[in-house]
Nanobody
Framework: EVQLVESGGGSVQVGGSLILSCSPS????????????PGWYRQTSGNQCELVAA???????WYSRSVKGRFTISRDNAKNTIYLQMNSLKLEDTSVYYC????????????????????WGQGTQVTVSS
């Protein structure tokens, strides 16, 4: 079942921008990102996912080297929603992006996409073209 819901993926040209959003699904109503730190992964080879941005338990942010300075993770606590602002997109940013919440499994990288015990979204496709 879908536990988190992402939106905002799509197609964009190199250098363009997209913003992704993620909220708990109705099935996960009551999930608070304050308690379960969220982050964004993207699929690499096979079923492996790499972490690109995340919040830690103290609300500090982390970015992978490949996206640092271009992507920004943010949150709206009132809406219980997190965002990933992606600027200066490159061809290599093309992937399926997943929102995840750390339910005790850690936010390791890489890790199998949608692996328990963490909660995951269904994924949203981001395609960057020249």
């Amino acid at each position: 079942e879908v536990q988190l819901v992402e939106s905002g993926g799509g197609s964009v040209q190199v250098g363009g921008s997209l913003i992704l959003s993620c909220s708990p699904s109705a099935l996960s109503f009551g999930l608070s990102f304050d308690k379960w730190p969220p982050g964004w992964y993207r699929q690499t080879s096979g079923n492996q996912c790499e972490l690109v941005a995340a919040f830690s338990h103290d609300s500090s942010t982390w970015y992978s080297r490949s996206v640092k300075g271009r992507f920004t993770i943010s949150r709206d606590n009132a809406k219980n929603t997190i965002y990933l602002q992606m600027n200066s997109l490159k061809l290599e940013d093309t992937s399926v992006y997943y929102c995840a919440a750390d339910m005790g499994g850690g936010m390791g990288t890489p890790m199998p996409c949608r692996s328990p015990p963490n909660l995951w979204g269904q994924g949203t496709q981001v395609t960057v073209s020249s």
